[in-house]
């Protein structure tokens, strides 16, 4: 973990929070599935910028492209059209500097915490960050997941397994992580948490991060850019700076801003949902969003 005291500093000091970090950046990519009469067109012309240091949340509505996106960007697809660039480079399959959680668990079940922290590196037999077991340990404790080291997945609660699955991509050092809709299934109590823990992390050395979400709340605690999705095929609607301080803490959910980025956001995914809502699957990803706004 590097620099840790600059990128904790404030933002008004004029310290660019880039500095050392990996930026990506999606040039009209577009993507679909199926044969020719049932050809179904998920994203559209998607062109984003994720910015080196920053806490990119990515909002849309379910069904309309997030985890296409995802995928793109992990390598596991391709695009049809457009590049997808990190630092320059073209993306042209799955590579361990982009690290990606998913809402699955994908932690092996013969496995203890540590084994299942440690296994990528070891198998591949490429870790360079010196120690793997004590880097392991560390990030073990980093997670709060010292006294489960040990312990099998299935004897961890859901939000011990996602932050064993934090570990588990961080061990690598990716240049860039992507999270797609990582703490949904959890309980209420348990996401906040999640939350806090993920944002700890994050604040802590400002690892360039994609953060794919349904739900506004979370989107809005959590980010420095708000990336708004329209209805499938997606496309960017709109992008928002969203200017609360850090570190970040629930109190900010309540203030004038947060409810005024809040409503821009909530608009357009308005907006969007109306105009297929013929659609009855983005309807209901529609509702779903709208549901847990909570007020
Ligand atoms: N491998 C695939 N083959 C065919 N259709 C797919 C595939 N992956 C996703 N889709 C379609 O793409 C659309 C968007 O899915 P997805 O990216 O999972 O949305 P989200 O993550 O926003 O809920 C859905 O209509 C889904 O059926
Ligand atoms: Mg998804």
Same mark, same amino acid.
């Given at each position: 973990?590097?620099?840790?005291?600059?990128?904790?500093?404030?933002?008004?000091?004029?310290?660019?929070?880039?500095?050392?970090?990996?930026?990506?950046?999606?040039?009209?990519?577009?993507?679909?599935?199926?044969?020719?009469?049932?050809?179904?067109?998920?994203?559209?012309?998607?062109? /984003? %910028?994720? &910015? @080196?240091?920053? +806490?990119?949340?990515? !909002? $849309?509505?379910?069904?309309?492209?997030?985890?296409?996106?995802?995928?793109?960007?992990?390598?596991?697809?391709?695009?049809?059209?457009?590049?997808?660039?990190?630092?320059?480079?073209?993306?042209?399959?799955?590579?361990?500097?982009?690290?990606?959680?998913?809402?699955?668990?994908?932690?092996?079940?013969?496995?203890?915490?540590?084994?299942?922290?440690?296994?990528?590196?070891?198998?591949?037999?490429?870790?360079?960050?010196?120690? /793997? %077991?004590? &880097? @392991?340990?560390? +990030?073990?404790?980093? !997670? $709060?997941?010292?006294?489960?080291?040990?312990?099998?997945?299935?004897?961890?609660?859901?939000?011990?397994?996602?932050?064993?699955?934090?570990?588990?991509?961080?061990?690598?050092?990716?240049?860039?992580?992507?999270?797609?809709?990582?703490?949904?299934?959890?309980?209420?109590?348990?996401?906040?948490?999640?939350?806090?823990?993920?944002?700890?992390?994050?604040?802590?050395?400002?690892?360039?991060?994609?953060?794919?979400?349904?739900?506004?709340?979370?989107?809005?605690?959590?980010?420095?850019?708000? !990336?708004?999705?329209?209805?499938?095929?997606?496309?960017?609607?709109?992008?928002?700076?969203?200017?609360?301080?850090?570190?970040?803490?629930?109190?900010?959910?309540?203030?004038?801003?947060?409810?005024?980025?809040?409503?821009?956001?909530?608009?357009?995914?308005?907006?969007?949902?109306?105009?297929?809502?013929?659609?009855?699957?983005?309807?209901?990803?529609?509702?779903?969003?709208?549901?847990?706004?909570?007020?």
């Amino acid at each position: 973990m590097t620099d840790a005291g600059p990128a904790n500093m404030a933002a008004s000091e004029g310290i660019d929070f880039g500095a050392g970090q990996s930026r990506m950046e999606l040039k009209n990519v577009s993507k679909g599935y199926g044969e020719e009469w049932e050809f179904d067109q998920v994203l559209g012309n998607l062109s /984003l %910028e994720v &910015e @080196a240091g920053m +806490l990119t949340v990515v !909002v $849309g509505p379910s069904g309309c492209g997030k985890s296409t996106l995802v995928n793109l960007i992990a390598g596991f697809e391709t695009p049809d059209t457009g590049t997808i660039l990190l630092d320059g480079s073209e993306v042209t399959g799955p590579g361990k500097e982009r690290m990606v959680v998913f809402q699955e668990t994908a932690l092996m079940p013969w496995q203890t915490t540590y084994e299942n922290i440690v296994f990528g590196p070891k198998l591949r037999g490429d870790y360079q960050g010196g120690n /793997l %077991e004590a &880097e @392991a340990v560390k +990030l073990i404790e980093k !997670v $709060g997941l010292a006294d489960f080291k040990d312990k099998y997945p299935l004897q961890l609660s859901g939000g011990m397994q996602r932050r064993a699955e934090l570990a588990r991509a961080l061990i690598n050092e990716p240049r860039i992580m992507i999270m797609d809709e990582p703490f949904r299934g959890l309980d209420a109590m348990s996401r906040e948490l999640m939350q806090e823990f993920f944002l700890k992390i994050f604040e802590e050395n400002r690892r360039t991060q994609i953060f794919v979400t349904s739900e506004i709340d979370e989107a809005i605690f959590l980010a420095d850019r708000l !990336v708004v999705l329209s209805n499938k095929p997606a496309e960017v609607r709109t992008v928002i700076d969203i200017d609360l301080p850090r570190p970040r803490d629930f109190k900010m959910m309540s203030s004038p801003e947060a409810y005024r980025y809040k409503s821009e956001a909530m608009e357009i995914l308005h907006e969007e949902a109306m105009k297929s809502f013929s659609d009855s699957a983005s309807a209901s990803g529609f509702m779903e969003v709208y549901a847990k706004t909570g007020d």
